[in-house]
């Protein structure tokens, strides 16, 4: 564990009227710009990178800028003895975002937490969502299946590798909510997988890219946050486009991996075996299949692995 969990009390109050979230306006107009953390509790990568944005005192140069810490519950269970366990508390924040299920009558810590972030989210002209990963592999921009999606990581111009997926069949993720994934809107939406969970890499990650994505929406120049730039603040590297074509729902009780997978292995041979479910062997689509974030969490209904393939 290279990472320390940062004391996000001082933020509790914010000033939105919302706990943990908080917003600024310059005087300038300008698109509203959301970046969250925290989605899942124990990705603590963003909650470090938006205490920095916070203590540093970034402001937008037009528009608004909102900084939000989602899944608090879920992060105030945070054990570094048992850090995975801490994810969410009920259910997964992340896949609760469809009107029907927001508006439902279900109840749960994480849908609480969705219903009263959801104005905040459905404000946003653009958001930056900030995760991890369970094994430490190259980060991931999560783009979406939109051009402009597309376009926006292109303009943030790193991580190097560029995924577009269309998320999970156990329900949208606030990356694909409302006018995010709506091909007729302009609302944009990115979401970064920043490296493993306990890296210190992952926080610089999340932190050179949430800066990157302000600069990009021109809400503040590159002058005025270079100080808190890593590694990567001035990269420039290619980046490459990874198309996910299907994720491996898991339909039995029981689903084992053929190999110790840990993302973006590339399988060269179609038919290629990459797990069983129940005993059915799932096998790779197609040649130079690639392997994207595979779950530990091997549960019925839930994604195991996404595969893809690089476009470009
Ligand atoms: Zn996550």
Redesign the pocket.
Known sequence: MELTPPDIEPYRAGNTGVEYVTSFVASEPGPHVVVTAL??GN?ICGAITLDRLLRAGVRPRRGKLTLAFDNVAAYREFDLRYPIAS?YVDEDF?RLWHPATLDGARQSVELERARTLRPIVDEADFLLDL???QYATAPLMLAGLLPRSRELARRVGIPELIMCDQGHAAGPRMRDYGGFGDPASAKTALLI?CGQHWERRAAEVSTDVTLRFLIALDTVTSEDVAALGGPDFAAHPRQRVIEVTEAVTIAGGRFDFAGDFHGLEVLAEKGTLIGRDDGREVRTPYDNCVLIMPSRRLVKGQTAVRLGRYID
Do not use: A, F, K
């Open positions: 989605t899942h990705e994810r992340n995760h991890s990963m997988e």
